[in-house]
């Protein structure tokens, strides 16, 4: 018994699914790699899943007909199996990095072009996260002041400050708050209308 364990765990297929798990559940820690590493590297984990699948396909073909070794291909495909399944499920981990976030007091949210979606969520703590997936994840962070309906964002590492201004929904029974419209540097920008999902009551 000790010896196909051994034999499972020198298995290169088993290696490489190990690996992919492990890569998978760190992924909030690399998922913001300058220079578009985090999308290649996205891309590439994408192509091991496929290949894993493709050699699972193939073991489980060839499980029949290797009598002498199947129990040690059982457990290959188990774990093989298992892995394709977990990351299928849960592509990003089951570990987020919004689960850093601070405690939120509101949580606004827009989609653009290419399903790219841009969420700022407000922390009680008068602090605040911008998260912007698009073929990768950009992610700020900062501190914030409310005045009447408008937001001061004060960003780190940039000295511009910038502000959304909050339309509150009259009937919010529907959990319907209303928009949190989000201005860039400039004075004259265009607001960007970003629906506000949740509101600490």
Known sequence: MTGSIKKILKSKSVIVALILLVAVNTTFAWEQLPSGWDFLLTLFLACIWLLTLLIFLWKLVTFAQNAKKKRENGINLIILGSVLLFCFL????VIKSSDFDPEPYLIASREGAANCTSTITLGIDSTFVQRVVCFGVEKQT???TIKNDTVFLRFRNDE???FGVIEW???QKKD???YLNHYGKL???KPL???ILYLKK
């Open 176 to 178: 319907d708050y209303g």
């Open 90 to 93: 849960f592509p990003l981990g």
């Open 160 to 162: 511009n400050r910038r």
């Open 187 to 189: 004075p004259n920008d």
């Open 142 to 144: 900062g501190t914030y």
């Open 169 to 171: 929904n009259e009937d």
């Open 193 to 195: 209308p970003m629906s």
